[in-house]
């Protein structure tokens, strides 16, 4: 296709979409203009021409992509891939690198190209033939006319998620048996190479990831969350309530986070990496007010936020600053830095071993939570005017940390120099009086009708 042919396909995109154009007015606008009434298999007929219309532009876009990577254009313009062109016009992330994916795929794939140029096929369902295919072929070695059955059979799926789903099943039907490989081959559970991970912030700001590894690191994963995997009773004795899944969720930012207590680590840009929260001032800093102009009336101040993972709460904000390799910076209205955080706010050193030694572990009653996967915990907290001392201080592993910031127990400190812990208020019953419970041995709860003064 020439300039002149893309110059009028575009001019023909743009009087059917464009709004405001004369005549009868664009598409969009006879659209948005149609009366509630209409014959259900009109709007049904239409909802059909519109996907399919769809997936014909979706692919445009894809081999345009390719084109454009194909002749250089994205290092002319000091990018460095495809999709790095639609970023620069807002397309979503996870877009761009689908349609980058497809472009250049798409030559070598001539029956799913062939079925989004039809608009039969949407990007969706062909970026993940796409994958499913190459998930095959990185595993074992096909034919060719192997890889066209494969084809085959993923187009025929219901969606993309049973695409994977079959292209994982393909991959272990085909896998020769260990002891049929060749000299000096590698099998694919052990094999290193096939090693990957995807990592995606969601758009509620949430991560999920997805983990493919080989038996030995799969293994050694599974040994280090197993110990923390188990359920933690209740304060009353009962069950853990959380299941499965959220056990290994909490197992693994356990893991995550005992890598960031070690010094031994890689650095990030010259320095160890560390988990930054940006906190909106005034607070009290070195033990003096800082002075911020108010703002003015209807601003918003900016919400506390993560260096990779955006805004969070001021309470998510107190719980993650409380210990760990965690670096604060205070801003003004503007966003400027004014104080990048104390380092006798972290419980280090000599005072985290005597947390250890008499706390023993998570100081919460009924768990058993080692030293070594605690926090360290600010009873009255630190934005308040805590010090960083033995007295102010309790070991909770994360679980319960999260549960002290965000159910309103509270811990104080007992005439024993323990941490005691009473429960927050029952909603139901308000008036009825909360006791303090003090952990004894970690292993077991005391009630005691009078403690903490």
């Keep these: 296709m020439d300039a002149h042919h893309l110059n009028s396909l575009t001019d023909r995109l743009v009087d059917e979409f464009s709004p405001g154009v004369a005549g009868d007015g664009s598409l969009l606008d006879r659209l948005e203009n149609t009366r ?28 345009l992509i390719g084109l454009a990577e194909h002749q250089r254009i994205p ?88 695409v994977m789903t079959r292209a994982r099943a393909f991959a272990i039907e085909l896998a020769p048996e260990p002891e049929s490989l060749p000299e000096g081959a590698v099998p694919v559970a052990e094999n290193t190479e096939l090693n990957e991970m995807t990592l995606v912030q969601t758009d509620d700001g949430r991560y999920t990831a997805t983990v ?35 056990r290994r969720g909490d197992a693994l930012a356990e893991v ?67 210990d760990a390799a965690v670096s604060e910076v205070l801003v003004d209205s503007e966003g400027v830095p004014l104080d990048v955080g104390r380092n006798q706010r972290l419980f280090t050193g000599k005072l985290r071993k005597a947390l250890e030694v008499r706390d023993r572990g998570c100081a919460f009653p009924g768990c058993d939570r080692p030293a070594k996967w605690c926090d360290g915990h600010h009873m009255t907290p630190w934005s308040e005017g805590g010090r960083t001392c033995l007295d102010n201080g309790v070991l909770l592993c994360r679980a ?48 005691y009708e009078h403690a903490a003064a």
């Excluded at 999709?83 to 001539?110: E, K, N, S, T």
């Excluded at 993940?128 to 595993?139: C, L, N, P, Q, S």
């Excluded at 906190?279 to 506390?304: F, K, N």
């Design 400 to 447: 319960h940390h999260t549960m002290v910031h965000h159910t309103g127990w509270e811990v104080l400190l007992g005439p024993d120099r323990h941490p005691w812990f009473r429960p927050p208020v029952d909603p139901e019953h308000p008036e009825r009086r909360r006791e303090l419970i003090r952990s004894n041995a970690r292993r077991t709860m005391t009630l």
């Design 75 to 162: 290092l002319r313009r000091k990018l460095k891939t495809g999709p790095d062109l639609l970023l620069a016009i807002g397309v979503a992330p996870v877009v761009a690198q689908r349609m980058g994916r497809l472009g250049r795929a798409l030559h070598r794939f001539p029956t799913v190209a062939a079925g989004m140029r039809d608009g039969a096929v949407s990007c969706e369902f062909a970026d993940a033939i796409v994958k499913g295919t190459e998930h095959v072929r990185r595993r074992v070695k096909i034919s060719e006319e192997q890889r066209e059955t494969i084809i085959r059979t993923l187009s025929v799926q219901l969606n993309p998620a049973a």
């Design 256 to 322: 995550v986070r005992a890598y960031l207590y070690g010094y031994d680590r890689p650095t990030s840009g010259g320095v160890l990496p560390t988990v930054t929260v940006v906190r909106q001032a005034p607070v009290i800093s070195s033990g003096l007010e800082i002075a911020i102009p108010e703002l003015p009336d209807g601003i918003v101040p900016p919400a506390d936020s993560l260096g990779f993972g955006g805004p969070i709460t001021a309470t998510s904000a107190e719980l993650i600053a409380c």
């Design 212 to 246: 493919d590894l080989d038996v030995l690191n799969g293994d050694a994963l599974v040994t280090a969350l197993d110990p923390l995997t188990k359920p933690i009773p209740q304060p009353d004795g009962s069950a853990d309530p959380r299941s499965a899944a959220r």
């Design 36 to 63: 509630p009434g209409v014959d259900d298999t009109v709007v049904l007929n239409l909802i059909v021409a519109v996907v399919r219309l769809r997936n014909v532009l979706d692919y445009l876009l894809a081999f």
